[in-house]
């Protein structure tokens, strides 16, 4: 009776043996039960003529290994520039923003080397104990792609700056963008303006035009009741004076002097000193720390905190403060949550077409028109489900994000903040009926919490 046993592992890549047997076994008697079992590839001989000096008790010993295919590594791209800007206004020690001191825009020079691109490796192949072919995965490719005033090598290994100007990486692709600057107003000389770069305006941007980049928008003057777009951060050393119309749109941070009567929307962060009376929507924090640091009138909101020296007035100017939930993400949700009663509504409504077609299935009524609209129904009801499903799912992640925030909303208020005042931090609402000074508002389970500074 046979009482070699063998044990191959489950990636087929290592073979072991025991044997429990009074009488002795010889390396033939090994060698022909593996031959029996095909297993022919990375034998261990010497180690089996070790195991049968010791004697005929062995329990699962290693006497086969086949060798592991070692995968390849994928293609890499090397920048030689940082894609993250981080701007933040300078501080002077008297209270005020230095709004110039700012390197907004990082600058590369002409025939400078941009990236380099490290190939991907094939990897190498392996073989399991049964002599078999195990095969590595090849390394992924990845294509450098050279945009805009950039030239790729020959080799198609590095890409270089044809012109002095500011870099952009978009999708993959590399590009280099000069500053588009206007010595003067934005106005009837110039008309709208809409630029694939960074834009320096010297002068005013005047009512009713519009200024649209997709770097960053720089404006020496006042920001009348125009709009501006930027892809990146706005710089606007004065102020905005929007006379209701204005409306600034920014994916970077806003800095600025003051902002009165305008609709204000900022992915990132906003450095100001006065808002007045406008709509204020901030993905990210709000600091009003200049000279005055005064916030009144209108619609405040943050993602994150908001920080003033003075929110409302003596008048009890009426004054909404929110923080904490990501205005974007707000609306994101209300619109989410109204796209999925529509979607319910007409799933339900397709579902008792289904259900009433289904009666009449088996009888003459069932027409080729009938079956018709039965399948069509059937794809459209299934159809709705999933994307039923992926609005639910996308409320689920909102509302992760929702929760996640709240441990970040807050409201500090350096001097005073006036009746008239509503502070809102995570859906908890607090009235401010008399006048405060030096508070922070959070929030916690019975609601906002008043910290005294």
Known sequence: MNKIFLDVSQ????????????????????????????????????????????GNNIIKEEIAR??????????????????DKKVKPKMNEDGTVDFKELNLIAMVQKDELLAKKELATNGSNGIDVFGRDVRARKGKDILLRAGKNTTLSEDGLSVYSNIAGQVLYDNGKISVSNVYEIQGDVDNNTGNIHFDGNIHINGHVRSGFEVEATGDVEVSGVVEGAKIKAGGHIIIHKGIQGQNNGYI???????????????????????????????????????????????????????????????????????KIETGINPKNKEIYIRTQEELKVVTKNRENVLKAIKLLRKIIDTPLFTKDKQAVYEKSIKTESFLKIKEMELNEKLDSIEEEIVKSREIGSVRIDKEVYPGVKICVNNAIYHVRDELSKVKFIKNEDGIKIIHL
């Open 11 to 54: 990636d087929n890549m290592v073979v072991y043996i025991t044997i429990l047997d009074e009488e002795l076994k010889t390396e033939e008697d090994i060698l022909n039960t593996l031959k029996d079992r095909r297993i022919k590839y990375g034998i261990n001989h010497d180690k089996i003529k070790e195991l049968l000096r010791h």
């Open 66 to 83: 086949g060798v592991s295919s070692i995968n390849g590594k994928d293609a890499k791209i090397n920048l030689k520039f940082p894609i």
């Open 249 to 319: 749109v920014c994916e970077g941070n806003l800095n600025c002097k003051y902002i009165q009567n305008s609709n204000v929307d900022v992915k990132g962060d906003l450095f100001v000193d006065i808002i007045m009376h406008s709509h204020v929507k901030v993905q990210g924090s709000i600091y009003v720390k200049g000279r005055k640091g005064l916030v009144v009138g209108g619609e405040t909101t943050a993602g994150k905190e908001i920080e003033a020296m003075i929110i409302g007035s003596s008048m009890a100017t009426i004054t």
